[in-house]
């Protein structure tokens, strides 16, 4: 299928159309602060305890190793509490970029001042519910007392990428009202303090475990040999698991067969529109990302075009990365999940035009899902690798020069002798 017919193919889409309507500006966030604060004064009285149903946890990273570390519940939405957690569903529910911030403003973040070193033996007291929290399958019930009145702050900065979150408030204590139930492969990484860290996320993740399970796992300390288990920042978890599940895909790919044709995929999400081109070849990837002037990372409309792009060879990377940071994890494993499950590996570039669409940081899980959602359906072929970046070019909010003088992988440096032909 050559391009222009995939182009015209994927606009008729319904499931495309349904995601130009999430992704609408939405302007009434406001409103919403409103009500959520006339529910919070309604639910949580002074330094009053206060029972509620917890779906996940946030450990800060500012002043990293003391850090503050929090049990996230949301307020007066106790019955829908599985809905605020960050989770691959949100993509299927084709969230926009409003419902977002309505879902991460809705959770009281109760935390306390903690030392991320020494949490193995951590299961009484506040860190204890906390890890609980953590490891069940299913949202906790709990019971907080609070030290004071809650700081509603609403302001969203670019340390809140990950998983931004709504009001703050110091914990006095914390209680389970329930049992939590722990699935089976969890407690065995529990148990087993021998296990590196690394191996028991590769364990999970071969167990049918998401990376968005495993994550909050790594965060609350759970996960590793027993002297070296520690409370991770929620931004730093995310990346880690990506990069870990990522790394074991590849070592996994290797040995596989390359494809035998170019492939162009699209998706487009919340402002983002992803274009992963596949070609025959040893595994290597990189991300360019074009942030468009007024998008959320490039605020200033009279800024021109920003772009940013990281990659990497057969062997993987390195050093750290530099210039696309989680996204760059996020994306390489939705590709690298797709090639496993063919059995297949490819030469891969992901290219990420963020639009004034994007204004809100949504978080990398929709870079995630967006790559991972792309190899669904049809998708367009090219004769060669160098032809199919020309062709997608002409739908890029850049030149081509543009483009090959920030891709290493655009620019011809890493291409094969039959990307001439």
């Keep these: 299928m050559r391009l222009d017919e995939y182009m015209d193919l994927a606009a008729e889409s319904e499931r495309a159309k349904r ?14 602060l409103e009500d959520f604060q006339h529910r919070f004064e309604e639910t949580v009285q002074g330094d009053s305890l206060f029972g509620s149903v917890s779906p996940s946890i946030f450990v800060g990273a500012s ?3 003391n850090v503050s570390t929090g049990i996230l519940s949301p307020v007066g939405r ?32 109760s935390n306390r001042p903690t030392e991320v070193q020494n ?14 929290v953590a490891i069940a399958d299913r949202p906790v019930s709990v019971e907080i007392g609070l030290d004071g009145r809650p700081d509603v702050d609403f302001d969203v900065g670019r340390d809140d990428i990950a998983t931004p979150t709504g009001p703050r408030a110091r914990a006095r204590s914390a209680d389970l009202a329930e049992n939590p139930h722990v699935p089976r492969p969890v407690q065995k990484t529990l148990e087993d303090d021998d296990w590196n860290a690394q191996g ?17 796992i790594l965060s609350a300390g759970a996960l590793g040999q027993g002297e070296n288990r520690r409370l991770v920042p929620t931004r730093w978890s995310i990346t880690a698991v990506d990069d870990t599940v990522g790394q074991f895909l590849r070592g996994r790919i290797q040995t596989n067969p390359s494809v035998d044709t170019v492939e162009i995929h699209r998706n487009e999400f919340l402002g983002n529109a992803f274009w992963v081109i596949l070609a025959p070849g040893d595994w290597e990837f990189e991300l360019v990302e074009m942030k468009a002037p ?3 990372w490039n605020p200033d409309p009279e ?22 940071a989680g996204a760059y994890h996020a994306s390489r494993l939705g590709a690298l999940e797709h090639l496993d499950r063919r059995d297949r590996q490819a030469k891969v570039l992901v290219l ?37 970046v020309r062709q997608v070019t002409e739908y890029l909010p850049v030149t081509a020069g543009d483009l090959r003088r920030k891709s290493t992988m655009a620019s011809g440096l890493q291409t094969n002798l039959g990307d001439f032909s």
């Design 63 to 65: 002043n990293y190793p």
């Design 294 to 296: 007024g998008s959320v």
């Design 352 to 388: 990420r035009h963020v639009s004034d669409d994007y204004w809100g940081p949504a978080g990398v899980w929709q870079v995630r899902e967006s790559v991972r959602d792309a190899f669904e359906g049809e998708s367009a072929t090219a004769e060669t690798f160098a032809a199919a």
């Design 78 to 109: 106790e019955d829908d509490a599985a809905k605020y957690e960050t989770s691959a569903g949100w993509y299927e529910e084709g969230v926009s970029i409003e419902d977002v911030f309505r879902r991460r403003t809705s959770l009281l973040n």
């Design 303 to 324: 800024a021109g075009m920003w772009l940013a792009a990281d990659g990497e060879g057969f062997e993987g990377r390195t050093g750290y990365v530099e210039e696309t």
């Design 119 to 132: 949490v193995n033996d951590a299961w009484d007291g506040f860190l204890g519910v906390q890890r609980e």
């Design 200 to 216: 028991a996320m590769n364990y999970l993740y071969r167990r049918g475990f998401d990376v968005y399970d495993i994550n909050t």
């Design 19 to 32: 995601r130009r309507l999430a992704q609408e500006k939405s302007y009434d966030i406001l409103d919403h």
